[in-house]
T-cell receptor, first 113, second 114 residues
Framework: DAGVTQSPTHLIKTRGQHVTLRCSPI?????VSWYQQVLGQGPQFIFQ???????GRGNFPDRFSARQFPNYSSELNVNALLLGDSALYLC????????????FGPGTRLLVL | QKEVEQDPGPLSVPEGAIVSLNCTYS??????FMWYRQYSRKGPELLMY????GNKEDGRFTAQVDKSSKYISLFIRDSQPSDSATYLC??????????????FGQGTRLTINP
C-alpha cells in the first residue's frame, strides 16, 4: 500500500507570494494533519481535518489555511509568504481517533527568498 | 517553558552500543507517547507508541514511560550504523473530539560509528 504522498517535493518562492501544498493520505485514513518543521526543531502542529471539517488549528497566523476534499486529500495554503515560512511542511494521516498512529509523508521543502 | 523537552545532542556512539534517548514533559494530561525516527531530508517514521507507564519492547527498541516523573525514554540495543538519524519524541492528549495533535520534542541527532 502507498504511504502518505505530498507534492511538490521542493519549492522556491519569494516574499509576498502564495503557495499551495498537497497531500494524499493512506488509503482508508480520513484524518489529515499538517505540521511545520523548521530546521533543527521538531514538527509543530498547524491544522487537523477530518471528513472535510477542521478539527483544530495550531498557533499559526491567518495567512495559513487548509481544506480537505471528498477523497480525503488535503491542501495547505500560505499567503503573503515571509522568510520565516521557510521550512519542511509535513502531512500526516491517521484513522479516526488514532492520534498515536499518525503516519507522515516525505514533506514539501519550502524556501522563501 | 516548552511542553516537551528533548536534548538535541548530537549523540555519537560506537556500533553495538546501547543508546538511551530521553524526553521530559510538563503537561500531565499527555497519555500517548510516541517515538519517531527521521532520516535526513525525509519525513518522520513512527517507531513505537505507548499508552501507559512501563516498558514496551519491539526488536532492538524499548520504550519506557514514567508518568510520575514525566519522563520517557527510548533504548536501542546493538546499535547499527543504519540507526543514525534524528529521533523525535511526541506526545498527545487523548481526545475523542477536537484536534488530535502531536506535540514534539526538538529531536536528538544520533550517529552510530562503525
Amino acid at each position: 500500500d502507498a504511504g502518505v504522498t505530498q507534492s511538490p517535493t521542493h519549492l522556491i518562492k519569494t516574499r509576498g507570494q502564495h503557495v499551495t501544498l498537497r497531500c494524499s493520505p493512506i488509503s482508508g485514513h480520513k484524518s489529515v494533519s499538517w505540521y511545520q518543521q523548521v530546521l533543527g526543531q521538531g514538527p509543530q502542529f498547524i491544522f487537523q481535518y477530518y471528513e472535510k471539517e477542521e478539527r483544530g488549528r495550531g498557533n499559526f497566523p491567518d495567512r495559513f489555511s487548509a481544506r480537505q476534499f471528498p477523497n480525503y486529500s488535503s491542501e495547505l495554503n500560505v499567503n503573503a509568504l515571509l522568510l520565516g515560512d521557510s521550512a519542511l511542511y509535513l502531512c500526516a494521516s491517521s484513522l479516526e481517533g488514532r492520534q498515536e498512529t499518525q503516519y507522515f509523508g516525505p514533506g514539501t521543502r519550502l524556501l522563501v527568498l | 517553558q516548552k511542553e516537551v523537552e528533548q536534548d538535541p545532542g548530537p549523540l555519537s556512539v560506537p556500533e553495538g552500543a546501547i543508546v538511551s534517548l530521553n524526553c521530559t514533559y510538563s503537561n500531565s494530561a499527555f497519555q500517548y507517547f510516541m517515538w519517531y525516527r527521521q532520516y535526513s531530508r525525509k519525513g518522520p517514521e513512527l517507531l513505537m507508541y505507548t499508552y501507559s507507564s512501563g516498558n514496551k519492547e519491539d526488536g532492538r527498541f524499548t520504550a519506557q514511560v514514567d508518568k510520575s516523573s514525566k519522563y520517557i525514554s527510548l533504548f536501542i540495543r546493538d546499535s547499527q550504523p543504519s540507526d543514525s538519524a534524528t529521533y523525535l519524541c511526541a506526545m498527545s492528549v487523548v481526545r475523542l473530539q477536537g484536534a488530535q495533535k502531536l506535540v514534539f520534542g526538538q529531536g536528538t541527532r544520533l550517529t552510530i560509528n562503525p
